[in-house]
């Protein structure tokens, strides 16, 4: 059995891992030159070269996929994961790593009903989000001095555009162009509201008063680019007020929500941002005939109540004449009035002037009332000091020298008996009789001995001085035993008066 194995295993050819894995890679793409898969997106990442890999799956198998750069960039839509899609392209193996894979050259997605749960669910998303709220709209200007659009450059929609623009009211018009279809294209009309919105006002480019984004009709798919969520941020933080005219007026795409104004076509997006010229010109005429009737209508009313005004004045002449006639009156009665005051004032001037004593009188009169006057005090002063000077003497008879002796012989008395007094209860009697008054260092009287302590200094006063000395006797403990042991001394008389 052993040597019909052997001579089997001897007719098999042999091959190299090289020369297996490519004929492996003819058989497979010989066989399966193009196919069409549909499975879910899994795993996808962008290379940095540019070159897309991804994995499609379903609820049993998984199928490697790329899709080189210069195809990635055709695509129709932007793939991630989650997305159900067909893809289609070769099948080919991959030799370093002994597996097969799809070189995708389309995708689609599976189904519309699949891209429209995708979209509800974006739109639920961004609209948590507060992105299509009514307090982010502007109002768009009523006439815009630059208008910027952002669409292709070769449609016909820019066309649109511009034909009606010049028919309603010609404006500046810039064009940002970019793709409007593909896997780069949403990327492109994001920057191109970007960079609108970052155009210096005044600069070298003028900077677009309001901004239109268009687009012709299409599937859905054609205009996925707009419900891409990079763009619709973008129209959400534009600066500039922006109109959305993508598709026709069926068409919804979710930049419409973003925006500050949709219009159902393109050429209804101009007609927003431009007034129509002509209609202008009758309004401004309509409102300058206006006007001119309404201020002469204002000047007539006027008139026609100056005139009224004017025939309820009375007569110039005749009111002159009149205040004329006063003042002529007036005039003269106020000369008789100055005439008669200047006659009464010099009546009483003559009258005054009668009442008037001459100088001389004046003294004479004045002199003779002083010699009165002074008549007069000079008795009162001698009668009011000879009344003082007899109750001076009836004073003097009644201050007999014995009532003078006896008040001042009694207070002396008195006080001799006090200094008695005060000499007896004097404790320098009671040094003399013996006794000392022992102080301490600070002059204080030192009551018991209790206070001192052996090597205190002390001084002693007798009567004749004072001397100094020093404890050495017990301390207060020895004089608080030897007091215990001691009979207790006899009390002291109280009716004799202490002295110290």
């Known amino acids: 059995m052993s040597d019909i194995s052997s001579a089997a295993a ?34 996808f990442k962008r290379a940095a070269s540019g070159h897309l890999y991804l994995a499609l799956k379903d609820e049993s198998a998984v199928l490697d996929a790329v899709c080189w750069r210069g195809t990635a960039g055709r695509l129709g839509i932007a793939p991630e994961d989650g997305l159900e899609v067909i893809c289609t392209g070769k099948l080919t193996t991959y030799p370093g790593r002994s597996k097969y894979q799809i070189v995708i050259e389309a995708m689609e997605l599976a189904g519309e009903g699949a891209l429209l749960k995708l979209l509800e669910e974006r739109r639920k998303k961004l609209t948590a989000e507060g992105l299509f709220d009514a307090a982010r709209k502007r109002p768009l200007p009523f006439l815009p001095d630059v208008i910027g659009v952002v669409t292709s450059p070769t449609g016909a929609v820019i066309r649109d555009i511009l034909h009606r623009l010049e028919d309603r009211f010609p404006r500046h018009v810039l064009l940002w162009p970019v793709l409007v279809q593909g896997e780069n294209a949403a990327r492109q009309v994001a920057a191109a509201i970007e960079g609108f919105n970052r155009l210096t006002p005044g600069g070298r480019v003028p900077r677009p008063d309001v901004l239109i984004v268009a687009r012709g009709g ?16 973008a129209a959400a933080a534009s600066e500039i007020p922006l109109i959305s005219a993508v598709g026709h007026e069926t068409d919804t795409t979710l930049i419409d929500f973003a925006s500050d104004r949709r219009a159902p076509t393109p050429t209804a997006a101009a007609e927003m941002a431009v007034p129509v010229r002509a209609d202008l010109q009758v309004m401004v005429l309509d409102n300058a005939r206006r006007l001119v009737a309404c201020m002469q ?3 007539d009313d006027r008139r026609v109540r100056l005139e009224g005004f004017a025939r309820g004045l009375p007569d110039l ?41 001459a100088p001389k009188q004046i ?22 000091l000879k009344g003082k000077k007899d109750r001076l003497e009836a004073f003097a008879d ?18 001799t008996a006090c200094g008695d007094m005060l000499e007896s209860l004097s404790y320098h009697r009671v040094l003399e009789r013996g006794y000392a008054v022992v102080r301490d260092a600070g002059g204080k009287a030192v009551a018991v001995s209790a206070s001192l302590s052996t090597g205190d200094a002390v001084s002693i006063e007798f009567a004749d001085g004072a001397v ?6 017990a301390g207060p403990e020895r ?15 109280r009716r004799q008066g202490r002295l110290l």
């Open 317 to 357: 002449d005749s009111l002159i004449g009149n205040r004329t006639q006063q003042l002529d009156t007036a005039g003269e009665r106020l000369a008789n009035a100055a005439r008669g005051l200047l006659r009464e004032r010099r009546q009483r001037v003559q009258h005054w002037a009668a009442q008037i004593k």
């Open 468 to 473: 100094g000395a020093q404890v050495t006797g």
């Open 297 to 299: 209508r204002g000047m």
């Open 218 to 233: 299409g599937s859905l798919e054609d205009l996925w680019a707009f419900n891409e969520e990079i763009v619709v941020r």
């Open 10 to 43: 001897g007719n098999l050819p042999e091959y190299s891992v090289s020369e297996l894995s490519q004929a492996l890679k003819r058989t497979v793409e010989e066989t399966y030159s193009y196919v069409r898969v549909r499975g879910e997106i899994s795993g």
């Open 363 to 384: 003294v004479n009169e004045s002199e003779n009332k002083l010699k009165r006057e002074a008549q007069a005090l000079k008795g009162a002063g001698l009668r009011f």
């Open 479 to 493: 004089k608080s035993a030897e007091a215990k042991d001691k009979p207790k001394p006899a009390r002291p008389d």
């Open 398 to 415: 009644r201050l007999t020298p014995g009532l003078i002796a006896r008040p001042m012989r009694d207070a002396r008395q008195r006080l």
